[in-house]
């Protein structure tokens, strides 16, 4: 078995003939055995919608979808081998929380010894054997998240969907949870792929991530390749918070010597482009340090600690830059500074296409 | 103390009061006069006045409304008029409870192409006056071989009531998120299944107000009963009108009171037994999970 699940050529259009609008702009991924896809990006990008065409509950316009080798188009979701987990759980309000991991079992006629044998291990991966005999109504948040995913795993599903999973819950339940998923992720090697517009939860749980936009993969790849080498300015500034910086500049050679020109600095980089085409320059924040000695300098405006880091905004006369400091570090708005790049970790995009070079 | 008394906000809420009890009054002294004039005897109808208290607890006109009262010729009292009516209301009451469920799951939960617009008609019929079918329905019922049976009655109060049943539950059903259905249908669940395993276990409210509202509509409908029943299957507001309206020497009220009281109790029976569900279903919005 070469992919657990391959998506090919997948184009989705909604509405009549003559007024159709295009939410999936053929999308062509495959998903090895084991890995934990992520589909990452802002709402409208037709994630939701790729994930339901996966499950078998909306229909492609074009393309196909093959489960494990077996093409499953046209085959309904429950006949998939797969396991959902929903944004709202949706857990069935009148049945207790034994009932609600068993029910596909039971529709699968699954013998009832068998199911509660399986049940039971579910419940006590997940740590809720206490809650067996609730009803859904009586539980909190992430006891629902729990048990929504007791019912995905009781299945044994050769492939898990997760639409948007930790949304609806507070923050310091989504990192536990984040991790409780990650975890079970790891136990079970079930392949799954996982929708979020969360893209601290992309980089933290997948093996793989496919950010898209309208419709378009914007790049697939590891979470390190996504972060230190993103296809273009998109990606660039989708994933990492704060944001990556971009400043637009031009490449000046003179004799052997080539530097890029910004408004107000000449900095000793060279880039890919040679010539004297206006490039843009993606910086991190942590590959900047503020120095008194650099050239490139500009006036603290902002200063943000979050206890860990402290991230300093500078007004630069090529606009604003974000550098990420130690706390220790004294500066204040108003204060003059020097900002020193790190020149292997810059990152180039050219200017009109936003690709990256 | 005093002050407290004399202070605005408990002037306010005296005269709320005031105004309550005098809402009170006058919607249950109809009530209250016919319970009492059920209660005496034609000499004291005639001596005390209509508000009096009977001077003893008399069920003899009761006893006569239920089993010998005239009705036109036939002087059985209303008992085989409740009956008949029994007969009648419950089928047609179940019925078109359980068909308007599942109109109103296959309208909100399987939208198919046009389900919008059938579901634009079936609202036709909440809103139509039924005055409009007698004609058509009687040809109808003739062709079927139902004319003046309960049978008839019972088909010509389901299709009467099924606009309204099914508009309560598609409205109620729209609430759920549709997260729950493909849930069920990821775990395999088929059309029935779903139905009869989670949407009808999620439906007590929904289920008691349509009732309530059924019972109450097909027990008291007049029209229906008057024009489409037989000698044998009139229901009781057909039996109750013919009691009224059979003339003898002296009109005994005590009797008509005490049938028109039997004839309404059966809805007042069910709104006591049912009615904190009417209340609640009817502001019961989505279900959460």
Same mark, same amino acid.
Not at chain 2, 11 to 22: D, E, G, K, P, S
Not at chain 2, 62 to 89: H, I, K, Y
């Given at each position: 078995?070469? !992919?657990?699940?391959?998506?090919?050529?997948?184009?989705?259009?909604?509405?009549?003939?003559?007024?159709?609008?295009?939410?999936?702009?053929?999308?062509?991924?495959?998903?090895?055995?084991?890995?934990?896809?992520?589909?990452?990006?802002?709402?409208?990008?037709?994630?939701?919608?790729?994930?339901?065409?996966?499950?078998?509950?909306?229909?492609?316009?074009?393309? !196909?979808?093959?489960?494990?080798?077996?093409?499953?188009?046209?085959?309904?979701?429950?006949?998939?081998?797969?396991?959902?987990?929903?944004?709202?759980?949706?857990?069935?309000?009148?049945?207790?929380?034994?009932?609600?991991?068993?029910?596909?079992?039971?529709?699968?006629?699954?013998?009832?010894?068998?199911?509660?044998?399986?049940?039971?291990?579910?419940?006590?991966?997940?740590?809720?054997?206490?809650?067996?005999?609730?009803?859904?109504?009586?539980?909190?948040?992430?006891?629902?998240?729990?048990?929504?995913?007791?019912?995905?795993?009781?299945?044994?599903?050769?492939?898990?969907?997760?639409?948007?999973?930790?949304?609806?819950?507070?923050?310091?339940?989504?990192?536990?949870?984040?991790?409780?998923?990650?975890?079970?992720?790891?136990?079970?090697?079930?392949?799954?792929?996982?929708?979020?517009?969360?893209?601290?939860?992309?980089?933290?749980?997948?093996?793989?991530?496919?950010?898209?936009?309208?419709?378009?993969?914007?790049?697939?790849?590891?979470?390190?390749?996504?972060?230190?080498?993103?296809?273009?300015?998109?990606?660039?500034?989708?994933?990492?918070?704060?944001?990556?910086?971009?400043?637009?500049?031009?490449?000046?050679?003179?004799?052997?010597?080539?530097?890029?020109?910004?408004?107000?600095?000449?900095?000793?980089?060279?880039?890919?482009?040679?010539?004297?085409?206006?490039?843009?320059?993606?910086?991190?924040?942590?590959?900047?340090?503020?120095?008194?000695?650099?050239?490139?300098?500009?006036?603290?405006?902002?200063?943000?600690?979050?206890?860990?880091?402290?991230?300093?905004?500078?007004?630069?006369?090529?606009?604003?830059?974000?550098?990420?400091?130690?706390?220790?570090?004294?500066?204040?708005?108003?204060?003059?500074?020097?900002?020193?790049?790190?020149?292997?970790?810059?990152?180039?995009?050219?200017?009109?296409?936003?690709?990256?070079? | 103390?005093?002050?407290?008394?004399?202070? %605005?906000?408990?002037?306010?809420?005296?005269?709320?009061?005031?105004?309550?009890?005098?809402?009170?009054?006058?919607?249950?002294?109809?009530?209250?006069?016919?319970?009492?004039?059920?209660?005496?005897?034609?000499?004291?109808?005639?001596?005390?006045?209509?508000?009096?208290? %009977?001077? $003893?607890?008399?069920?003899?006109?009761?006893?006569?409304?239920?089993?010998?009262?005239?009705?036109?010729?036939?002087?059985?009292?209303?008992? %085989?008029?409740?009956?008949?009516?029994?007969?009648?209301?419950?089928?047609?009451?179940?019925?078109?409870?359980?068909?308007?469920?599942?109109?109103?799951?296959?309208?909100?939960?399987?939208?198919?192409?046009?389900?919008?617009?059938?579901?634009?008609?079936?609202?036709?019929?909440?809103?139509?006056?039924?005055?409009?079918?007698?004609? %058509?329905?009687?040809?109808?019922?003739?062709?079927?071989?139902?004319?003046?049976?309960?049978?008839?009655?019972?088909?010509?109060?389901?299709?009467?009531?099924?606009?309204?049943?099914?508009?309560?539950?598609?409205?109620?059903?729209?609430?759920?998120?549709?997260?729950?259905?493909?849930?069920?249908?990821?775990?395999?669940?088929?059309?029935? $299944?779903?139905?009869?395993?989670?949407?009808?276990?999620?439906?007590?409210?929904?289920? $008691?107000?349509?009732?309530?509202?059924?019972?109450?509509?097909?027990?008291?409908?007049?029209?229906?009963?008057?024009?489409?029943?037989?000698?044998?299957?009139?229901?009781?507001?057909?039996?109750?009108?013919?009691?009224?309206?059979?003339?003898?020497?002296?009109?005994?009220?005590?009797?008509?009171?005490?049938?028109?009281?039997?004839?309404?109790?059966?809805? $007042?029976?069910?709104?006591?037994?049912?009615?904190?569900?009417?209340?609640?279903?009817?502001?019961?919005?989505?279900?959460?999970?």
């Amino acid at each position: 078995m070469s !992919s657990a699940l391959e998506i090919r050529g997948i184009r989705k259009c909604f509405g009549k003939s003559d007024n159709t609008v295009e939410v999936l702009k053929r999308i062509d991924i495959d998903v090895a055995p084991g890995e934990f896809l992520i589909l990452v990006g802002p709402s409208g990008c037709g994630k939701s919608t790729l994930l339901n065409i996966i499950a078998g509950l909306e229909d492609p316009t074009e393309g !196909s979808i093959a489960i494990g080798d077996h093409n499953v188009l046209g085959v309904p979701p429950a006949q998939r081998d797969i396991a959902m987990v929903f944004q709202s759980y949706a857990l069935y309000p009148t049945m207790s929380v034994a009932e609600n991991i068993g029910f596909a079992l039971e529709i699968r006629k699954v013998p009832k010894a068998e199911r509660q044998a399986r049940i039971a291990e579910v419940a006590a991966m997940l740590q809720i054997e206490h809650l067996l005999d609730r009803r859904p109504s009586q539980l909190s948040g992430g006891q629902r998240q729990r048990v929504a995913m007791g019912r995905a795993l009781a299945r044994k599903p050769q492939l898990f969907l997760f639409d948007e999973p930790l949304s609806n819950l507070d923050a310091k339940l989504r990192v536990e949870m984040r991790a409780e998923i990650k975890r079970l992720h790891q136990l079970s090697g079930i392949t799954s792929v996982y929708v979020t517009h969360d893209q601290v939860e992309a980089m933290t749980l997948g093996s793989r991530i496919a950010v898209m936009k309208g419709g378009v993969l914007q790049q697939l790849g590891t979470p390190d390749e996504i972060y230190n080498r993103p296809a273009n300015t998109y990606v660039a500034t989708f994933i990492g918070s704060p944001t990556m910086n971009l400043i637009e500049g031009r490449i000046c050679t003179t004799g052997a010597a080539a530097h890029f020109a910004i408004a107000g600095a000449q900095l000793a980089l060279s880039s890919p482009e040679n010539s004297g085409k206006t490039t843009l320059l993606g910086l991190r924040p942590e590959h900047i340090r503020l120095s008194d000695k650099a050239i490139w300098r500009g006036v603290v405006n902002l200063v943000e600690p979050t206890g860990a880091d402290t991230y300093v905004v500078v007004e630069t006369p090529a606009g604003k830059v974000t550098v990420r400091t130690a706390p220790q570090l004294q500066v204040r708005p108003g204060d003059t500074v020097g900002l020193e790049i790190q020149a292997d970790h810059v990152t180039w995009f050219d200017q009109a296409s936003g690709m990256r070079l | 103390m005093s002050t407290k008394f004399f202070s %605005p906000s408990s002037v306010w809420r005296a005269l709320l009061y005031i105004t309550l009890i005098v809402g009170v009054v006058f919607f249950l002294a109809p009530l209250y006069v016919m319970v009492v004039t059920s209660l005496k005897d034609a000499d004291e109808i005639r001596e005390h006045s209509l508000v009096s208290l %009977p001077g $003893m607890l008399n069920f003899d006109a009761w006893r006569l409304a239920w089993d010998s009262a005239c009705t036109g010729a036939q002087c059985s009292g209303l008992e %085989p008029f409740f009956w008949n009516s029994v007969w009648m209301a419950v089928p047609a009451v179940l019925i078109s409870t359980a068909w308007g469920a599942l109109n109103g799951y296959v309208l909100s939960l399987w939208k198919f192409c046009g389900s919008e617009t059938l579901f634009a008609l079936l609202l036709f019929g909440v809103f139509m006056p039924f005055q409009v079918v007698l004609l %058509p329905m009687s040809q109808v019922l003739g062709w079927l071989g139902l004319s003046s049976s309960i049978a008839g009655l019972i088909l010509v109060h389901l299709l009467a009531g099924l606009p309204s049943t099914t508009l309560f539950f598609r409205n109620y059903y729209a609430g759920i998120p549709k997260d729950l259905m493909n849930a069920a249908r990821m775990d395999g669940a088929g059309f029935w $299944m779903i139905f009869f395993r989670i949407i009808v276990p999620m439906s007590t409210p929904i289920v $008691m107000v349509t009732l309530i509202w059924q019972f109450t509509q097909i027990w008291n409908d007049f029209l229906f009963g008057v024009a489409f029943s037989g000698a044998d299957s009139k229901p009781i507001t057909v039996g109750l009108n013919n009691l009224a309206n059979t003339t003898s020497s002296v009109k005994a009220y005590n009797v008509d009171m005490a049938a028109a009281l039997i004839a309404g109790l059966p809805t $007042m029976l069910v709104y006591v037994v049912a009615g904190r569900y009417f209340v609640r279903g009817l502001t019961a919005g989505a279900v959460k999970g």
